[in-house]
């Protein structure tokens, strides 16, 4: 099973922006749908946007215009722009497949703070 590495998170100033990249173990291109999640505090896991090997993509209404999602099959990455980043937006952040056998791992923390 791949599994998937994410990083860039951290502190940001609302308004602000953050790429978030994710690091596959093995081949993508094999995935039809990749997808960013993302849990605050207290809540479930959400899906952020996804992405298929078409590369057709769709958004949470909370994120649209704001967010864009992106993959590189031949570099095993997915990645996840983040702007104008609100407070709300403060979540551990995950990358996975939408479909299928799915192992999660630790995420990468963003905190959009004064």
């Known amino acids: 099973q791949v599994q998937f590495v994410e990083s860039g998170g951290g502190l940001v100033q609302p308004g602000g922006s953050l790429r978030l990249s994710c690091a596959a173990s093995g081949g993508i291109s094999v995935i039809y749908v990749m997808g960013w999640y993302c849990q605050a505090p207290g809540k479930q896991r959400e899906l952020v946007a996804d992405?298929?090997?078409?590369?057709?993509?769709n958004y949470a209404d909370s994120v649209k215009g704001r967010f864009t999602i992106s993959r590189d099959n031949a570099k095993k990455m997915v990645y996840l722009q983040m702007n104008s980043l609100k407070p709300e937006d403060t979540a551990v952040y995950y990358c996975n497949r939408r479909y299928g056998s799915v192992t999660w791992g630790q995420g990468t923390q963003v905190t959009v703070s004064s």
């Open positions: 992405i298929t090997s078409a590369y057709s993509t």
